[in-house]
């Protein structure tokens, strides 16, 4: 059977969506808050495959620390990385945080301060980023994908426009900006 075109992209008879690479959402977010802060990012409808979440620093950032990425549905924080997260404070323009690992490790800061190369440590041909499949809560419960860090006295500043990769395993999986 040939896909037929619904919405914005192809979609097999179980109204799928047909991706190769899978599709990319983005977020711009300005930070200028004191404390812990949970961000919102990205909504989480159905089921999905997230092959890359990660952020790039847009406008150098300013008292950052704890900084990880968690599941929020409404009542319950499930860890996407290591809770205790880095310190981000001071990463320059063009810098990356990146989900690249399996939950129990920190979020992974790449620095603009000197060229970027990185590659996954673990094994040769292996993605760089750290796949996981996400589910909305039962119920139609919102369910967000969160970008946490903590500050002292001082607001933090900065901003950053993540992106998540992610492909629909279920009919109405989707990725939206919050």
């Excluded at 619904?6 to 711009?28: C, H, M, W, Y």
């Excluded at 900084?67 to 009542?75: E, G, I, M, P």
Aim: aromatic share 8%; proline share 5%; hydrophobic share 35%.
């Amino acid at each position: 059977m040939n896909p037929t075109q619904r919405g914005s992209f192809p979609r097999d008879e179980n109204a799928v969506p047909i991706v190769q690479n899978g599709l990319l959402t983005k977020k711009d977010i300005t930070f200028s808050t004191t404390g812990t802060v949970h961000v919102p990012l990205f909504h989480i409808t159905g089921s999905v495959l997230i092959n890359a979440l990660y952020g790039i620093v847009t406008t150098v950032l300013g008292n950052q620390t704890a900084v990880y990425f968690d599941l929020y549905d409404q009542s319950t924080r499930t860890v996407l990385t290591l809770i205790t997260g880095s310190t981000a404070t001071t990463l320059p323009a063009g810098s990356a945080i990146e989900k690249d690992a399996l939950a129990s490790v920190a979020v992974h800061l790449d620095t603009a301060a000197a060229g970027i190369f990185d590659e996954n440590t673990t094994s040769a041909g292996l993605p760089h980023f750290q796949q996981f499949h996400v589910g909305q809560k039962t119920g139609s419960i919102q369910t967000d994908i969160e970008y946490t860090y903590t500050t002292s006295d001082n607001p933090t500043t900065g901003a950053i426009t993540f992106y998540c990769g992610w492909v629909p395993l279920s009919s109405n999986g989707i990725v939206t900006p919050v």
